[in-house]
């Protein structure tokens, strides 16, 4: 899986960015079905949603996935760049596993009827 992570309105240090990777990395071991070599790519957005505001949900984080037949999204807003990039990892994780049940729903109904 390959993760581009983008930066709008806001610095993306090093830290950052390594924080964001190492996250969204996690999900990996869900995709596995998915991919043969790492050609899943995860889309992902670092921002700051305004820059006069100086508190409250400043940041902003958002992850975009294309899976066979659908294209899974996450965002979310926080007072700080981790913990949103925290909540969309777990946002995704869902989604792909309802994804994944789905997946398995439709293979065992069709297999049934076969």
């Not at 946002?91 to 997946?103: D, F, Q, R, V």
């Amino acid at each position: 899986m390959k993760i581009d992570i983008q930066g709008t309105r806001l610095d993306l240090t090093p830290s950052v960015r390594q924080y964001a990777e190492e996250k969204i990395g996690t999900l990996e071991r869900f995709l596995r079905r998915f991919e043969k070599e790492g050609e899943r790519t995860v889309f992902v957005e670092l921002a700051r949603s305004t820059r006069h505001h100086k508190s409250g949900d400043v940041f902003y984080a958002e992850a975009t996935l294309e899976l066979p037949g659908t294209i899974l999204r996450a965002e979310h807003k926080d007072e700080d760049i981790r913990s949103a990039i925290d909540r969309i990892r777990d946002i995704l994780k869902n989604n792909i596993a309802s994804y994944k049940n789905e997946a398995t729903n439709r293979t065992q109904r069709r297999t049934r009827n076969k």
